[in-house]
């Protein structure tokens, strides 16, 4: 016989935790199924851990709205938790004259989205602040802040657990089938079951789609496309020559290598982004001449051998490459037609 349970989140991800820590504190069951061995192992232990302000999104959409009120809730959440965060602020710059409409485009694309504390620096300014950086026009982001992504994820376990919510690791979901009075799970591990839900979020990143096709009675058609983007972070070697985050305008030939400062003082560069056809966190070198191309732009007191490399991180995207970026793809039965089932894509 099967095992039954309200709600099964699927993915132990940030964004899995978060949701599962959501139902917990509305008295709802809940159990987080998560494939590997720990918590946080994919994409949410591989990017930038940067509290982004809201500012490049499109007006209205879902990324927008959901980034200015997260960054809000983020902020308040790390300080009531303790999880380890600093609203370092981050300086958005143009390294030529051809950038600048490119900053202005930020500018106004920022004030749509409600992101209300952006100041405009004079060059002589931006030198005060970052020395090292060199650049014709700039301004500050005071909102822009760093997160330890661990701690994060933890506090939102922890919240999760206390309110009766179970993570069950090394726990695969490997098919489902959606009837009328639930949707049964089959979920692999040496504890190999099938779990009776009335509710299941498919927070599966990377795999959400995969998961959604193996779940019969999901219509196929209403899935969207896979893609995968990965991107390569160079760490710098030696002490921070910067205080905090500098993001150059992004370009149609490069996007634009950042930069950014870990909790830990360490600065990385990246990520950039190219394509690839399955889930390989393997480190390319050979950019290694283009990453100090791009970073000189804007810091050109970058020594030889400086760069050390760092790590990857690939991104769940549902376009492909030259395809406009859809906004997050949150879908329920109004959707699918699936009762009981929210499946999240792109949410990268
Ligand atoms: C290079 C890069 C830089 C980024 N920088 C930032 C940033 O600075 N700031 C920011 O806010 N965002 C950033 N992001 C985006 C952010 O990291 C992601 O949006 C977020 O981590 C997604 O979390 P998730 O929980 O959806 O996915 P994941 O963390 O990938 O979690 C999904 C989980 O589902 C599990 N899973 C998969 N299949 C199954 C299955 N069949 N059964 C059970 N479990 C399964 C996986 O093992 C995984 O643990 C960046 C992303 C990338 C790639």
Redesign the pocket.
Known sequence: MAERIECAV????????AIARRLALAGREVVV????TA??????????????AGIYYPTNSLRARLCVAGRKALYRYCAEHDVHHRRIGKIIVACDDSELPGLGKYRQQAEANGVDDLRNLSVDELAELEPEVRCVAGFLSPSTGIVD?HGLMLAFLGDAEAHGAALALA????AGQAADDGIALDVGGAEAMTLKCDIVVN?????AQ??ARSIEGMPAAAVPPTHYAI?HYYTLMGKAPFRRLVYPVARPDWLGVHV?IDLGGQVKF??DLSWIDGIDYRYDASREADFYRAIRRYYPGLQDGALQPGY?????KIYGPGEPAPDFMIQGPRDHAVKGLVN?FG??
Do not use: C, K, M, Y
Request: proline content about 6%.
């Open positions: 699927i993915g132990a991800g940030v964004v899995g935790l199924l998560e494939a590997e918590f946080g192992t994919h994409t949410s232990s591989r990017n930038s851990e940067v509290i982004h992504s726990s695969p979901v490997l927070a599966a990143g990377l795999r995969e998961v991107g950014t990246g990520p990857t991180g690939i991104r769940p999240l949410i990268e």
